[in-house]
Every structure is written in C-alpha cells, then in structure tokens.
C-alpha cells in the first residue's frame, strides 16, 4: 500500500490551532501520483505546426468567423507573458492562432492530462492543481521565460467563465509578471462565451469571435512598476462583460435552445427567492417553486412573461445571488453538507473513491470525509488558503454531471453532490469566504 498522509498545524477563522489534514488516502501500489514539480517539455516544432493546422480545423468546424486585433505588437518577439481571459476550449484555438510562428506554453490543470498526458507534455504544458500553491510552477514559467525563450499563457482566472464576466484574479499574477521582468501581453476573447457558454458549452451558437490582443506593459514598465500596480492593470486590461457586449454589437443568438443550461448558475429565483428550483427549456427560464417564467431574448437579456422583471442583465442576477450568499456567510447561517460520490485525480487517471459525506462552513471550511481500500479518509481546505473553488457543468469524464473538486498539492477530489443545482454557490461561497477573512485581516493592519 502507499499511504499519502500529512499534518500541517495552521487556524482557523478564530485563530485556534488545529491540525488541518491535507491527504489521507491509501492507494494500491500501482497509483502513481503525477509530479507537477517536473520542468515542461520545450513545445515540439512538429506540434507548434499542428495545433496551428487544427485550430483552423476546429474554429471551422463549429463555424465561428474570428478577428485578433493586435495593439502595441509591432516588433514584439518572445519572451513575454501572455494572460488571457478563459471562456471555453476555443480560447486555446485563438491563441495559438494569435501567437504563431513562435512557440507557446500553457498553464494547464492536471484534468486537462487525463487521457492525453503525452500530448499535453509535448505541447510544452505547465501542470498544476487549480486553486492550490505550488513552488514549482515558479520554476518552470522562468524556465520556459528564460531557458526556451518562448512565450508564458496563463489563463488567470483559473476556470471558464460562469456568466461571461471576469473571474478573480488573485494578486501572485502580478508578482509571478513583476519577477520574470519580461512584456506583459494581454488577451480578451469575445464571442466564445456566447458561442458555447459553460452552463451549456455542448451546442454551438452561432457566434463571431474577437479578440484583442495588446501588450501593455513593455519589460522596462515592468521593472518600474510595483507588483500591486502591475495587478490593477491587469484586471482593469482584461475586464469584459459578453452580455453587455453582445447587446452593444446587436450580435442576435437565434437559437431555440439559447437558454437551456442557464438554471444552472441563475439557481435562485428572484421572484420567491427558493434556492435550486430553477430548470430551463428552450429559451426560457422558469421557477419550478412559484411558476414563474421568463425568456431568453435574441440580445441576450432577460424577459419576465408576467410581471416585473427582477434582472434584465444577467451577470446582475448572477451577482444578486452572490451578495446573498455572503449575506448567509455573515449572518452565521451558511453550511453546506451532501452526501458526494468522490472521484480522486492523484495521477492521470481518476480513481472512484466511493461515496463520501462533505461539509463546507465559515469556520472548517471544506471537510471531506469517505472510506476507502479499508481506511478512512478526512480532507479539508481552510477558507483562508482557498480563493476559488473548481466547478463542472456536465462534466463528460465522469459522466456529464455536474460537479466540484476539492485540491490539495498532489491530490484531487472530484465530488459529485446528490443535491440538485449546489455547485454554482458552493463557488460563490468559497470566494465569499476568502474575501471576508482578507478584508478582516487589511482591516486589522
């Protein structure tokens, strides 16, 4: 047997010491465990040439027409870092597209390796687990900055984008920039989201993508400016609002299945304010708990059938549910516990741990708990050292389902919840919960 199991004495929310179990797991000997620590591979010209070629095959295929707008590109060679905001698989097409003839390395999160390990290694990848702190990347983005002389994608919101807005950047982007001393380049999609949204990411609307592509800071700007300074620019550089931008540029979606998929992250109703009894047919929304309905229209926005309509703006209903989650937070009346089938991701392979039971609070946050090749098991992540929390819609590896997952540094867990419509706020609980404990903390300097 190979037994995974630490300690490490942290605190929690009260400041009590405790000792917060990060991996107990016991898994056969013929587990292997991948080694995110390994320096990346310089991308083969063989496979720079390839995924230029495939790029066009599958922006063709799914028949999105694309414009990349380069600003301030002229003249610019690798190294640089290119961030770019993430919206669905596509984005990867475009920014192959946007940076050939030269070479390119992405940040990509171990489930991306599952079943294409060899692949993604040859691509020049950067393995890491989402929402966890590892060294080691640190190491190889200066590899691929400084050794191969090739160009650094990070996609810094770490997820595709929920609502079609910006996600949370969290401030070690600004510093991993400020480090490499290198041009910051940044990348806004539009159009992607709109295309294949993440709620319902498996039909193709028929979108146009456009993309900017600009560098904003020159190597010598980046040595003058301070790692805060370097991350105001970057959020305000790759701030975008699809929905918003669809109705600004009449981009019409005619579609009959336009809102199918959307009770997924619009999970609350606005009328009777009931959680997780939202469903969607066609393009209409409507509450299963009260009744009411509302349409999807061709610009994207909200229409009640009957009465007022509560968020024309869908983002805003989006938020609205947020701003009451938080609400739960500091009222001391948020908690979240299911019982979860878990799938663990310790190597390039899933393995079915079984069922579990999960809790997530303000003061533990999250705790897994299961039994597995006859030992118990307990994880946890504390809500300080957790910003986001990784979330599928219809995931296809484990079976179209929805789903999030629990990372540790060399573990995952996959946790399928038996409640209906959940993972949308656990999400938005997760962040709520680390931007309350940082705020408390800058209140306290």
């Not at 922006?59 to 770019?84: H, W």
């Not at 940040?107 to 692949?119: E, F, P, R």
């Not at 980046?222 to 790692?227: D, E, I, L, N, T």
């Amino acid at each position: 047997m190979i037994r995974y199991f630490r300690y490490m004495t942290t605190k929690n929310n009260n400041g009590d010491t405790m000792n917060e179990v990060l991996n107990y797991i016991e898994y056969p000997e013929n587990v292997e465990k991948y080694d995110t620590s390994k320096p990346p591979i310089r991308q083969k010209k063989l496979y720079k040439n390839l995924v230029y070629f495939l790029s066009n095959v599958f922006l063709s295929v799914i028949r999105a027409g694309y414009t990349i707008e380069k600003i301030n590109m002229e003249g610019l060679k690798p190294p640089y870092i290119l961030l770019s905001n993430h919206m669905q698989i596509m984005d990867f097409c475009v920014s192959f597209k946007a940076v050939h003839p030269y070479r390119i390395s992405n940040i990509a999160t171990l489930d991306g390796y599952v079943g294409m390990v060899g692949i993604m290694e040859n691509l020049g990848s950067i393995c890491k687990r989402k929402f966890t702190t590892d060294l080691s990347l640190v190491r190889s983005c200066r590899k691929v900055l400084h050794e191969y002389g090739d160009v650094l994608c990070m996609y810094p919101e770490a997820r595709y984008s929920p609502i079609g807005t910006l996600s949370i950047i969290p401030d070690a982007v600004g510093k991993l920039v400020k480090s490499n001393k290198v041009p910051l380049v940044i990348m806004v999609h539009h159009g992607n989201y709109l295309n294949a949204p993440f709620w319902d990411f498996r039909q193709y609307r028929k979108v146009p993508f456009y993309a900017t592509m600009k560098q904003v800071l020159t190597a010598e700007e980046v040595q003058q400016k301070s790692a805060d300074e370097i991350n105001e620019i970057i959020r305000k550089e790759m701030e975008y609002d699809e929905h918003r931008w669809q109705k600004e540029n009449n981009i019409r979606i005619t579609e009959s299945f336009r809102a199918e998929g959307l009770h997924k992250v619009l999970y609350q109703c606005p009328h009777c304010k009931t959680e997780s009894k939202m469903n969607s047919q066609g393009i209409h929304l409507f509450c299963e708990e009260c009744g009411k309905k509302w349409e999807m229209t061709e610009l994207g926005e909200m229409k009640a059938l009957e009465g007022e309509t509560e968020f024309s703006h869908i983002p805003d209903w989006f938020e609205w549910e947020r701003t009451n989650v938080r609400q739960q937070i500091l009222d001391g009346t948020y908690k979240f516990e299911d019982d979860v089938h878990v799938h663990s991701l310790p190597g390039v392979e899933f393995i079915d741990l079984g069922e579990g039971k999960i809790t997530h609070d303000f003061e533990n946050g999250f705790v897994l708990t299961g039994h597995y090749n006859g030992h118990d098991y307990r994880i946890q992540r504390n809500p300080k050292d957790m910003y986001s929390l990784h979330v599928e819609y219809a995931y296809k590896k484990l079976g179209k389902i929805d789903c999030f997952d629990v990372s540790v540094k060399d573990d995952s867990f996959y946790c399928i919840p038996t409640k209906k419509d959940v993972v949308t706020k656990l999400g938005f609980a997760t962040e709520e919960m680390f931007k309350i404990i940082t705020e408390k903390r800058a209140s306290k300097v």
